[in-house]
C-alpha cells in the first residue's frame, strides 16, 4: 500500500476538522473545538492501487506555526481551506501559499493543492463568491484545483481528496513511498 501524507491548513473555523471527520468518518460535527494537532488515517482505492492517506489536521491559529512548518515540510499536498462566510479567511489564503512555497522551496505550481471553499451550505451568509475562488486558481496558475464543499451535507468531500490523490500521483516523479511509520512528528 502506498501511503500519501496530505495536510489541511486554513484559519481558525474554517471547517478543516469537519471536513476531515466527515471524509473519514462520514460524521459532520457541529460543535467548534479548536484543533491543535489530529492525525487521520483512510485506505481509497484509486486506478486499482490502494493509498494509505495520513491526514494531518492542523491548528488554524498562530500559536502553532512552527509546528505547521514541519507539517508542511512532510506534506505531499494541501488543501487550502476557507469559509465562504468568513472573506478575512479567503485572505489568509495567499500567506498560507508563500509559506508552502517557501518551506517546499518550490513554485507552488509543483506542488499538489486544492483550494476548498467550505460551508457552501450557508449561502444566505456568503461572504466570497465562487467565482472569487476560481480567480485565485487562475492567478495563482499551475494545476491547482478549487471546490466548494459542505461537511455539514457531505457536498464534494470524497472529491475534494481524489483529486488531491491524483495530483500527488501525477505529480511525484515516482510513487509515493510505501512506510510503516508516519513522518509526521509529534510535540508531546
Known amino acids: 500500500m502506498i501511503n500519501v501524507k496530505i495536510v489541511i491548513l486554513g484559519a481558525g473555523s474554517v471547517g478543516k476538522s469537519a471536513i476531515t471527520i466527515q471524509y473519514v468518518n462520514g460524521e459532520f460535527i457541529d460543535y467548534y473545538d479548536p484543533t491543535i494537532e489530529d492525525m487521520y488515517r483512510k485506505v481509497i482505492e484509486i486506478n486499482n492501487e490502494h493509498y494509505m492517506l495520513e491526514i494531518m489536521d492542523?491548528?488554524?491559529?498562530?500559536n502553532f506555526l512552527?509546528?505547521?512548518?514541519?507539517?508542511?515540510?512532510?506534506?505531499?499536498g494541501f488543501f487550502m481551506v476557507y469559509s465562504i462566510t468568513a472573506k478575512?479567511?479567503?485572505?489568509?489564503?495567499?500567506?498560507?501559499?508563500?509559506?508552502?512555497?517557501?518551506?517546499?522551496?518550490?513554485?507552488?505550481?509543483?506542488?499538489?493543492?486544492?483550494?476548498?471553499?467550505?460551508k457552501c451550505d450557508l449561502e444566505k451568509d456568503r461572504q466570497v463568491k465562487s467565482s472569487e475562488g476560481e480567480?485565485?486558481?487562475?492567478?495563482?496558475?499551475?494545476?491547482?484545483d478549487?471546490?466548494?464543499?459542505?461537511?455539514?451535507?457531505?457536498?464534494?468531500?470524497?472529491?475534494?481528496?481524489?483529486?488531491?490523490?491524483?495530483?500527488?500521483i501525477s505529480k511525484s516523479p515516482?510513487?509515493?513511498?510505501?512506510?510503516?511509520?508516519?513522518?509526521?512528528?509529534?510535540?508531546l
Open 58 to 62: 492542523t491548528a488554524g491559529t498562530e
Open 146 to 168: 478549487f471546490l466548494e464543499t459542505s461537511a455539514k451535507d457531505n457536498t464534494n468531500i470524497s472529491i475534494a481528496f481524489e483529486q488531491l490523490v491524483k495530483q500527488i
Open 135 to 144: 480567480e485565485l486558481v487562475k492567478k495563482w496558475g499551475g494545476n491547482i
Open 88 to 118: 478575512s479567511t479567503f485572505y489568509e489564503l495567499e500567506a498560507i501559499k508563500d509559506q508552502i512555497s517557501r518551506i517546499k522551496d518550490t513554485n507552488t505550481c509543483n506542488i499538489p493543492m486544492v483550494i476548498i471553499g467550505n
Open 174 to 187: 515516482k510513487q509515493p513511498t510505501t512506510k510503516k511509520k508516519s513522518r509526521f512528528c509529534y510535540l
Open 66 to 76: 512552527v509546528m505547521r512548518d514541519l507539517y508542511i515540510r512532510n506534506g505531499q
